[in-house]
């Protein structure tokens, strides 16, 4: 596969987004929503890593195999995460 | 600095590794390799962030309470930092890309000069933490009339911790920069050999993602409660 | 008197260049494979020693020997030299390293210069780790459980756990190196479903190393920081939970076992196929285990810790989860089972390890069948049943698999043959000392004699002297490859380039190969382990 080049216009598209995807979340966390509080900042960094994975990093534009290795990355970090959890969410005291 | 750049002749075919068929395969072979190795980092620090998890959970006031000693102003601030050094490190491997050697020796200098602002700001909080005894271990002290619910000084445990790991993290990627403009100096980049270039990128991509998770689970908690 | 050595006159990895620097600068993966020899070569021995020191003290049920302070150093030194620094690297860095790229006609591993750097890395580690254990050693076990290493062990606990950080990163970079070469340097016509099954389960060991010794080196750093800066990351009084330390330590270790085993399912497919000379029965079968165990063992760490504390339904859910393991596992054992039937099966000496493997391997796996059933398990949870379980998978199955492909490769390795009679000699006494050293030790476990004691009552002592008599065997039986095979290196016959007629691409190459393996890049329009069509090379060969 050949190398990908990005335009540049994309690349600061992306920096635009990533700077008000920051003042949003940061603005959000000043509201008192509950647990919500939390997930509206995850799902915003979530967004913000996917950006700057995909574009900045090339993740879209490259072979398959990085796309694998990314993905399979993250599935990982989930079991560790979900395993753990079957203990910490189900213990009696 | 850029009028002197000039490709020396024959580095183009020093780069090519005798043992790969094709630099095509090459390429892919190194981006193949950073990526696996970006992926045992995002382990290292899954783990850190699933120690975060399991402690939050357990002490979900306590955490707020220690998120409230964060200075929101300077994290924002940092963040954005870390992401403007992203884009200009991004737009380094463009440069790189299409040979414009100049530009990326401007650039990676402004990648560094800006992820060395953000160190040291960094420290500035940390000195200011410590300062409050915000400081775990024998130096912490709670606050008076605090309600410690217990699992304060665990936030900064984890605080020190993560966000140490990733500010040394962000030293090796200086380091790293500093290495590539010197490599640019010396005419080591061209149109047809910059993977190094690329392949920091994607690193400094990382540590900026890791960044957005830090900002998000140790500035934001405790805003909402208006101090 | 012994005559004077041949000279190897044809150009090879190995007198192509000359000299101490040659070796500690090469990049060649097969100078460095060797390199990796010679160093877990030496960590065997020194773990052995603190075996043997512990069996000997076993010998009379009073701790009469050692004091109960030093068998516990003894029991951990002896569990982190095995495990870091000989079981993980023994299959992957060594055979994998001088293999892998040969068997995919790939002239060097992608990245030699971290090849090397992982080397250099490694014996970092290790020299650290010594020093730990020279300036007075840890007695946490190789666990390193909190809150015992962190606030109350009086060992050299830092030091230890820095050691294996350091190891860790030789580990991970090996992985990468492999997974890399895998994906992007195969020989033209070499398809993923034509690769040697060796391949296929070194890929899957890579994964492992990659993805799970982070998370070792994270919690090793969570281990020292706590006990350096007395923080209590762990430590309940600060809201900290030393069952996460054991989450996170299982969740590299268990799959760790994985590193140790895989590689030798790898040997294993390997001398089945060629003392059969038959395909491996299933083959798409025997490869997908592997990738199945790779994943499956991500998913059952909990089996540690069934009576640590956790959850009752997390115990349950990692009980059921265990069982999913036997699956892959079993399904190689069947297949290589069946490749034998209506094979012509010739009985050199890496064929009787290889059949020793399957027989131990089988008691092991279906004994640790035993320990995932909680109710059984807190029976039996640290005494010498699991002691017993698993030196049947790591010693009975990982080392056996070791020397076997050390004899299989050996004359592609060294360009000599080694002597046959004696290489019988040691794998029986290998098999039968090893049999003998563990086997009482799944009775002495039943009955109830805890694992990590310098004393015992009176009545364990019957077994407990079988075990030590064993393991004197097993140790004889170790030494003696040492000695025949540093003789063969020299005075040994020459080896041709395909002494048992094998398939793979490495032995369709001079031994010992040249520098860049192959004299020209070959080309593979063949399934793995083809007999058929490979009838006229072979006849050739």
């Given at each position: 596969?050949?190398?990908?080049?990005?335009?540049?216009?994309?690349?600061?598209?992306?920096?635009?987004?990533?700077?008000?995807?920051?003042?949003?979340?940061?603005?959000?966390?000043?509201?008192?929503?509950?647990?919500?509080?939390?997930?509206?900042?995850?799902?915003?960094?979530?967004?913000?890593?996917?950006l700057?994975?995909?574009?900045?990093?090339?993740?879209?534009?490259?072979?398959?195999?990085?796309?694998?290795?990314?993905?399979?990355?993250?599935?990982?970090?989930?079991?560790?995460?979900?395993?753990?959890?079957?203990?910490?969410?189900?213990?009696s005291? | 600095?850029?009028?002197?750049?000039?490709?020396?002749?024959?580095?183009?075919?020093?780069?090519?590794?005798?043992?790969?068929?094709?630099?095509?395969?090459?390429?892919?072979?190194?981006?193949?390799?950073?990526?696996?190795?970006?992926?045992?980092?995002?382990?290292?620090?899954g783990?850190?962030?699933?120690?975060?998890a399991?402690?939050?959970?357990?002490?979900?006031?306590?955490?707020?309470?220690?998120?409230?000693?964060?200075?929101?102003?300077?994290?924002?601030?940092?963040?954005?930092?870390?992401?403007?050094?992203?884009?200009?490190?991004?737009?380094?491997?463009?440069?790189?890309?299409?040979?414009?050697?100049?530009?990326?020796?401007?650039?990676?200098?402004?990648?560094?000069?800006?992820?060395?602002?953000?160190?040291?700001?960094?420290?500035?909080?940390?000195?200011?933490?410590?300062?409050?005894?915000?400081?775990?271990?024998?130096?912490?002290?709670?606050?008076?009339?605090?309600?410690?619910?217990?699992?304060?000084?665990?936030?900064?445990?984890?605080?020190?911790?993560?966000?140490?790991?990733?500010a040394?993290?962000?030293?090796?990627?200086?380091?790293?920069?500093?290495?590539?403009?010197?490599?640019?100096?010396?005419?080591?980049?061209?149109?047809?050999?910059?993977?190094?270039v690329?392949?920091s990128?994607?690193y400094?991509?990382?540590?900026?993602?890791?960044?957005?998770?830090?900002?998000?689970?140790?500035?934001?908690?405790?805003?909402?409660q208006?101090? | 008197?012994?005559?004077?050595?041949?000279?190897?006159?044809?150009?090879?990895?190995?007198?192509a260049?000359?000299?101490?620097?040659?070796?500690?600068?090469?990049?060649?993966?097969?100078?460095?494979?060797?390199?990796?020899?010679?160093?877990?070569?030496?960590?065997?021995?020194?773990?052995?020693?603190?075996?043997?020191?512990?069996?000997?003290?076993?010998?009379?049920?009073?701790?009469?020997?050692?004091?109960?302070?030093?068998?516990?150093?003894?029991f951990?030194?002896?569990?982190?030299?095995?495990?870091?620094?000989?079981?993980?690297?023994?299959?992957?860095?060594?055979?994998?390293?001088?293999?892998?790229?040969?068997m995919?006609?790939?002239?060097?591993?992608?990245?030699p210069?971290?090849?090397?750097?992982?080397?250099?890395?490694?014996?970092?580690g290790?020299?650290?780790?010594?020093?730990?254990?020279?300036?007075?050693?840890?007695?946490t076990?190789?666990?390193?459980y909190?809150?015992?290493?962190?606030?109350?062990?009086?060992?050299?606990?830092?030091?230890?756990?820095?050691?294996?950080f350091?190891?860790?990163?030789?580990?991970?970079?090996?992985?990468?190196?492999?997974?890399?070469?895998?994906?992007?340097?195969?020989?033209?016509?070499?398809?993923?479903?034509?690769?040697?099954?060796?391949?296929?389960?070194?890929?899957?060991?890579?994964?492992?190393?990659?993805?799970?010794?982070?998370?070792?080196?994270i919690t090793?750093?969570?281990?020292?920081?706590?006990?350096?800066?007395?923080?209590?990351?762990?430590?309940?009084?600060?809201?900290?939970?030393?069952?996460?330390?054991?989450?996170?330590?299982?969740?590299?270790?268990?799959?760790?076992?994985?590193?140790?085993?895989l590689?030798?399912?790898?040997?294993?497919?390997?001398?089945?196929?060629a003392?059969?000379?038959?395909?491996?029965?299933?083959?798409?079968?025997?490869?997908?285990?592997?990738?199945?165990?790779?994943i499956?063992?991500?998913?059952?760490?909990g089996?540690?810790?069934?009576?640590?504390?956790?959850?009752?339904?997390?115990?349950?859910?990692?009980?059921?989860?265990?069982?999913?393991?036997?699956?892959?596992?079993?399904?190689?054992?069947?297949?290589?089972?069946?490749?034998?039937?209506?094979?012509?099966?010739?009985?050199?000496t890496?064929?009787?390890?290889?059949?020793?493997?399957?027989?131990?391997?089988?008691?092991?796996?279906?004994?640790?069948?035993?320990?995932?059933?909680?109710?059984?398990?807190?029976?039996?949870?640290?005494?010498?049943?699991?002691?017993?379980?698993?030196?049947?998978?790591?010693?009975?199955?990982?080392?056996?698999?070791?020397?076997?492909?050390?004899?299989?490769?050996?004359?592609?390795?060294?360009?000599?043959?080694?002597?046959?009679?004696?290489?019988?000699?040691?794998?029986?006494?290998?098999?039968?000392?090893f049999?003998?050293?563990f086997?009482?030790?799944?009775?002495?476990?039943?009955?109830?004699?805890?694992?990590?004691?310098?004393?015992?009552?009176?009545?364990?002592?019957?077994?407990?002297?079988?075990?030590?008599?064993?393991?004197?065997?097993?140790?004889?039986?170790?030494?003696?490859p040492?000695?025949?095979?540093?003789?063969?290196?020299?005075?040994?016959?020459?080896?041709?380039?395909?002494?048992?007629?094998?398939?793979?691409?490495?032995w369709?190459?001079?031994?010992?190969?040249?520098?860049?393996?192959?004299?020209?890049?070959?080309?593979?329009?063949?399934?793995?382990?083809?007999?058929?069509?490979?009838?006229e090379?072979?006849?050739?060969?």
């Open positions: 596969m050949a190398e990908p080049v990005i335009r540049r216009k994309t690349y600061a598209l992306v920096y635009i987004a990533m700077l008000a995807l920051t003042l949003a979340t940061t603005l959000l966390a000043f509201l008192n929503m509950g647990p919500f509080n939390s997930v509206v900042a995850l799902v915003i960094a979530v967004i913000q890593a996917a700057i994975a995909g574009v900045f990093m090339h993740a879209l534009y490259e072979s398959a195999l990085v796309r694998i290795i990314l993905t399979g990355s993250v599935l990982w970090f989930l079991i560790l995460i979900t395993l753990t959890m079957t203990d910490y969410l189900t213990r005291h | 600095m850029a009028e002197t750049i000039q490709i020396l002749p024959g580095r183009e075919a020093l780069a090519h590794r005798h043992h790969f068929a094709t630099p095509e395969q090459q390429r892919e072979t190194v981006m193949a390799g950073m990526w696996i190795f970006l992926a045992t980092e995002i382990m290292m620090f783990g850190l962030f699933m120690a975060y399991v402690y939050r959970l357990g002490h979900p006031r306590a955490f707020e309470l220690g998120s409230a000693d964060m200075n929101v102003v300077l994290g924002s601030i940092n963040t954005a930092l870390l992401i403007t050094s992203s884009f200009t490190m991004a737009l380094a491997a463009h440069a790189a890309q299409e040979g414009r050697l100049r530009g990326l020796a401007w650039l990676l200098i402004a990648t560094i000069v800006i992820g060395a602002v953000f160190l040291g700001i960094k420290f500035s909080e940390y000195y200011a933490h410590f300062r409050e005894h915000r400081a775990p271990g024998v130096w912490y002290e709670s606050k008076p009339n605090e309600p410690d619910p217990g699992g304060v000084e665990m936030f900064f445990v984890l605080y020190y911790i993560m966000t140490g790991l990733h040394i993290h962000m030293l090796i990627g200086i380091g790293i920069m500093a290495v590539l403009w010197l490599m640019t100096l010396a005419g080591r980049f061209s149109r047809v050999y910059h993977s190094p690329v392949v990128t994607l400094w991509g990382f540590v900026d993602i890791v960044w957005m998770f830090l900002f998000a689970l140790f500035y934001l908690p405790g805003l909402h208006g101090r | 008197m012994i005559a004077a050595p041949e000279v190897r006159t044809e150009p090879n990895y190995l007198n260049k000359e000299g101490v620097l040659s070796w500690l600068l090469t990049t060649d993966h097969k100078r460095i494979g060797l390199l990796y020899i010679a160093s877990i070569t030496a960590f065997f021995f020194i773990g052995g020693f603190f075996a043997l020191m512990m069996r000997l003290e076993l010998l009379t049920p009073p701790s009469d020997l050692v004091s109960p302070e030093t068998y516990n150093k003894l951990t030194m002896h569990g982190i030299i095995m495990v870091w620094f000989f079981l993980i690297p023994s299959i992957p860095a060594t055979l994998g390293n001088f293999i892998l790229p040969m995919i006609g790939a002239k060097d591993l992608a990245f210069k971290l090849n090397l750097a992982s080397w250099y890395i490694f014996n970092l290790a020299a650290v780790t010594l020093y730990a254990i020279i300036r007075g050693g840890v007695d076990g190789w666990t390193f909190t809150p015992l290493s962190t606030t109350y062990s009086t060992g050299y606990v830092v030091g230890a756990a820095l050691g294996i350091i190891a860790g990163f030789s580990s991970i970079l090996t992985g990468l190196n492999f997974i890399a070469t895998v994906h992007t340097m195969r020989c033209p016509g070499l398809t993923w479903f034509r690769l040697p099954l060796f391949i296929w389960s070194m890929y899957a060991t890579s994964l492992v190393l990659v993805i799970a010794t982070p998370i070792l080196a090793l750093t969570m281990v020292g920081v706590e006990r350096i800066f007395q923080v209590g990351i762990f430590d309940p009084a600060l809201g900290g939970d030393p069952l996460l330390f054991q989450h996170m330590f299982w969740f590299y270790s268990h799959p760790a076992v994985y590193v140790m085993v590689p030798a399912m790898a040997v294993e497919s390997e001398l089945v196929a003392f059969s000379r038959k395909p491996i029965f299933g083959y798409n079968a025997v490869a997908f285990s592997s990738l199945g165990i790779a499956v063992g991500f998913l059952v760490w089996h540690h810790m069934f009576v640590a504390g956790q959850s009752v339904y997390s115990a349950l859910v990692f009980s059921i989860l265990s069982y999913l393991v036997a699956v892959p596992s079993a399904i190689k054992v069947f297949n290589w089972t069946a490749t034998l039937y209506k094979g012509s099966v010739s009985w050199d890496p064929m009787l390890y290889a059949i020793g493997f399957i027989g131990l391997f089988t008691i092991g796996g279906m004994t640790g069948l035993f320990l995932a059933a909680l109710g059984l398990d807190v029976h039996v949870t640290d005494t010498y049943f699991v002691v017993a379980h698993f030196h049947y998978i790591m010693v009975g199955g990982a080392v056996m698999a070791y020397l076997g492909g050390i004899h299989y490769w050996w004359p592609k390795i060294s360009g000599r043959l080694y002597p046959e009679f004696l290489a019988k000699l040691s794998a029986l006494t290998v098999f039968l000392g049999n003998l050293t086997f009482p030790q799944f009775i002495l476990g039943y009955l109830g004699m805890p694992r990590r004691y310098a004393a015992y009552p009176p009545e364990f002592q019957m077994l407990h002297v079988l075990s030590t008599a064993g393991a004197s065997i097993l140790g004889a039986g170790y030494v003696l040492l000695i025949y095979l540093t003789w063969s290196w020299r005075y040994g016959p020459k080896a041709p380039p395909n002494p048992w007629r094998a398939t793979g691409l490495e369709q190459t001079p031994s010992p190969p040249p520098v860049e393996n192959f004299e020209e890049t070959p080309v593979v329009n063949y399934e793995a382990y083809d007999y058929e069509a490979m009838k090379k072979l006849a050739l060969g």
